[in-house]
């Protein structure tokens, strides 16, 4: 829980961080992380629905981290990591988000906590398709 905590401060103050970005990058940043705490008792779910939604997410995670590495940056160097104004901060804000989002991806299977992995994959989808 702690490190949700953590995760949704880390999510606010980069957040607050925006500049005219590709759209892509763009879209991640303003990415509403689903936060789906468990109910009481959730229904029973098969652990292989869970399972493919965990990977599901998991997948187009890995798919959206890999494509900003490879499209903004190839070219980056230290110094642009560290400049404040950078083109390239954006970019990692939105990788940030990006681990975010698979830690609680990650907490949601441990949890099975099938509404927010589903949560997940629904505001994935929008991103994946553009």
Known sequence: MKRLSLALLSLI???ACSTSQPDKVEKINRLHIPLVLPGEKPPAVEPS???SLYRQNQ???NQLTS???EHYLQNATAKDIFTEDSPVQ???ASLT???QLDMINQQYLKDK??????????ALKPLAAG
Request: glycine letters at 4%; zero cysteines; proline letters at 4%.
């Open 113 to 122: 906590n099938e509404a927010g992995l589903q949560n997940i994959h629904i």
């Open 67 to 69: 494509s900003l590495k």
């Open 49 to 51: 629905h869970i399972a």
């Open 59 to 61: 997948q187009q995670i």
């Open 90 to 92: 954006p970019v990692y």
């Open 97 to 99: 988000k990006l681990e």
């Open 13 to 15: 103050v980069l957040t």
